[in-house]
């Protein structure tokens, strides 16, 4: 049986640069796979993932996601570019379409239209990556560009992406599909429309890398170990716009949302009341270690083939490591 795989991942909130930098080298010492790094509205992430290659040597690292919002294709292309040849090839692009909150309270763009942009966004970068010229989205009398710098390998690209049209543009684009809060019952009917984006391209196309992002709460306390899980669910049901409210709802899990939702009248009361905390077990990693370890093997039964354990922001590094060490397979 083929090792299984398993990478680290952190959120835009974690924006102590130290933390990154000690956590990256620590999953590369451990022997995880990947290393990805979000990028919201604090650092830079390829300033990050570019100090994060000068210290390490074998581990895969990206941006895990970068919102398309923020850059151009020809940024997004020249980024991908200068990565792969700063990381000597160990570099891999995440892309995701973000939210309302960071596309237009932080980069003063309205959120329309996200997954058109995102997969119009991803065939541009893609077209750049391979040495073509931009396809401009309309005539002018300037002719479009190509990169100056070829990539010095291929640069993968992995694509964010919940809803059924999104996870289609991944089935037809992506080198991997990276779904954050997709619950555990909807990542194996969710491969349909993976296999629907494929039909339309190359009947030869391998299936993207099924890699979702699963936030991750471990404790060898009970009590820290539901504070995380709460923090996860109530933080990102509340603040973070309408699309994981949209998709638990899709995916029958509409009640138990709307409890949450009354639990946490204001943004910042993170509850997760009994009768919803079925929530927990769906989207989470959480608990002490074997009960972790038990659910990461159960999303590995239904198809994850490379899960990221996204840590919780904030921690302290004693934490972050003890999460780290103990669910290294």
């Not at 306390?221 to 899709?250: D, I, N, Q």
Request: aromatic content about 6%.
């Amino acid at each position: 049986m083929p090792a299984r795989r398993l990478a680290v991942g952190l959120t835009p909130m974690e924006t102590r640069r130290d933390v990154v930098l000690h956590l990256a080298d620590r999953a590369e010492a451990l022997g995880y796979d990947a290393f990805f790094v979000a990028e919201g509205w604090g650092h830079d992430a390829g300033v990050l993932l570019t100090e994060i290659a000068t210290r390490t040597h074998r581990i895969t690292i990206g941006t895990g996601i970068l919102n398309i919002w923020g850059r151009t294709a020809a940024t997004i292309a020249m980024l991908a570019t200068s990565l792969t040849e700063v990381t000597g090839g160990r570099f891999a692009l995440g892309l995701g379409s973000g939210s309302p909150p960071l596309a237009e309270g932080f980069h003063d763009v309205d959120f329309k239209a996200p997954v058109e942009r995102l997969d119009a966004v991803t065939r541009q970068v893609r077209r750049l990556l391979a040495g073509e010229r931009l396809e401009a989205a309309v005539e002018r009398d300037n002719r479009p560009l190509k990169l100056a710098v070829a990539p010095a390998a291929a640069v993968p690209i992995y694509l964010a992406a919940l809803g059924p049209h999104a996870i289609r543009v991944a089935g037809e684009l992506a080198d991997g599909w990276c779904p954050f809060l997709l619950p555990l019952s909807g990542l194996g009917p969710s491969l349909q429309f993976l296999e629907e984006g494929m039909a339309r391209t190359d009947p030869r196309r391998t299936r993207p890398t099924i890699t979702p992002c699963i936030p991750t709460a471990v404790s060898t306390e009970p009590s820290t170990a539901l504070e995380m899980a709460c923090w996860w669910m109530s933080f990102y049901l509340v603040s973070m716009g309408p699309l994981y409210r949209k998709t638990l709802r899709g995916l029958g899990h509409g009640d138990a949302v709307d409890e949450v939702l009354a639990a946490n009248p204001t943004p910042r009361s993170f509850n997760v009341p009994e009768s919803a905390r079925m929530l927990l077990d769906e989207l989470a990693l959480w608990g002490d270690v074997e009960q972790a370890r038990a659910a990461l093997d159960r999303w590995y039964a239904a198809g994850a083939e490379m899960p990221t354990l996204t840590l919780p922001p904030g921690r302290s590094v004693e934490a972050l490591d003890y999460i780290l060490e103990s669910m290294h397979i």
